[in-house]
């Protein structure tokens, strides 16, 4: 095989969010790693997260109160035991993070308990929001990349998509355990071997499976896709969180605004002036985001709007500045001064809070494959993510993968050869306009069927439309060589199919997932949506 095209490593990472960079950290003291991503290493879900981290560090605060706050987030349908231990390893996590030098706020007040200002955000009974002014996504981020980049042990590979996993059963090997991946570089057009003793899996979530959505162009269900291919089961993929508030401006692409403006007093505003979320729960603004996102879904197809607004403008204008720098900044681009007027707000998909099954270790069905943050179904966040656990989990699931992958250091021997990529029977594409127009054809009936309401027929639709998309698909990937865009609309198809049938077949409204056809919740149903490849 030519020697560029294949990669050696003791552990593959594919994702270079702060799940991804914190396994690869976690493990470089121990050998060589690779870290792939799709873009720019920076690129991800983490740099554009505005919130913060949630996490026990005020002394009035207390673990049972933050593990109580996300059961009920969650519909009661959270795991009580990852929440647990993701709850009690959260002030390891921050510790961890400020060790690393992240530029968390401090609090200025003499009388603060602790050192870091802490916010509050929705479905949070405390302020325990540890945060970087409204961009702390970027500020980990950015952190996370430069010792990643200052560590020899780790080798980044920027702009290659991972195609599919290499295990026994796909070499024809008694042992069943992961290898590796393909993966094709975006900027040679060829695919590579990547093989590893341990393959870990970050890759994020696939909210680009909607046409309108929070997300960077990068998160588009490659893991998730990828691991059920090679066998794996994933849970809970109908509960797809629609963040309350993004930016309504036909310039501002998938900008979020931060519910941390909520937490800081801002109250949402129908066209007219009048508020609605007082009638709404008992929380109002600081509802679960499940229970906000779709009284501003109601509240647009009463009234006939094109969005709601979120105004934070009784606030003292310093504050608001102070406290939201690059969502004020950034409003002002598109003449929207917050300080002094509402803010154009529609809801927009966020967070998966399903996928891959892991153990609390970060385990997959497969051994030796991992899967760690957004891409993984732990069970802390059940029918609904609270604010601010996301990147907690990456951080505390990170940890957890890295300690037992190192517990297998020493008796997982180094990956069997696999054979090169076999592009010999596939030609170059001359129908390109298949590719943008099923993607498109996708993101729109997800968006209009399978969005924040649903009903069982138009889940059906759904369903017949994607069979439709996957056969054509499927025959396309078989005769053309991959692109970047085919092998994404790959797996977006295949997503899209898990998320309809796990949809499908939970027969209640709870949390994120609400049926018209059931529009209450039935608690003999309080069990996760499991599909087991070859089910189906």
Known sequence: MNQALEHVHDVLVIGSGAAGLTTALLLA????????SKSIVSEGSTFYAQGGIAAVLDSADSEDSHIADTLVAGGHLCEEAAVRYTVENSRQAVEWLIAQGVPFTRDEDEDAVYEFHLTREGGHSHRR??????????????????????????????????VDLIHGRKLGLKE???????????????????????????????????????????????????????????ANLEFNQFHPTCLYHPQAKSFLVTEAL????????????????????????LAPRDIVARAIDHEMKLTGSDCMYLDISHQPAEFVREHFPMIHEQ??????????????????AHYTCGGVMTDLS???????LYAVGEVAYTGLHGANRMASNSILECLVFARAAAEDIVSHWAATGAAPEAPAWDASRVTDSDEEVVVSHNWDELRRFMWDYVGIVRTDKRLKRALTRVNLLKQEIGEYYGNFRVTGDLLELRNLVLVAELIIRSALSRKESRGLHYNLDYPDSNDSLLKPTILVPGSF
């Open 129 to 162: 929001i540890i945060h970087a002014a409204d961009a702390t996504g970027r500020a980990v981020e950015t952190t996370l990349v430069e010792a990643v980049r200052n560590q020899p042990n780790i080798e980044l590979f920027e702009h290659y998509v991972g």
């Open 176 to 234: 069943n355990r992961c290898f590796g991946a393909y993966a094709l570089n975006k900027q040679t057009e060829e695919v590579e071997l990547f093989r590893a003793r341990f393959v870990v899996l970050a890759t994020g979530g696939a909210s680009k499976v909607y046409l309108y959505t929070s997300n960077p162009d990068v998160s588009s269900g490659d893991g998730v896709a990828m691991a059920w291919r090679a066998g794996c089961r994933v």
């Open 262 to 285: 909520r937490g800081e007093g801002a109250v949402l505003r129908r066209p007219d002036g009048t508020r609605f979320m007082t009638t709404v729960h008992p929380m109002a603004e």
């Open 362 to 368: 970060g385990g997959t069905d497969l051994p030796g």
């Open 331 to 348: 409003c002002l681009k598109f003449g929207i001064d917050i300080t002094t007027q509402p803010i154009p707000v529609v809801p927009a």
């Open 29 to 36: 003291q121990h050998g060589r790693v690779a870290v792939l």
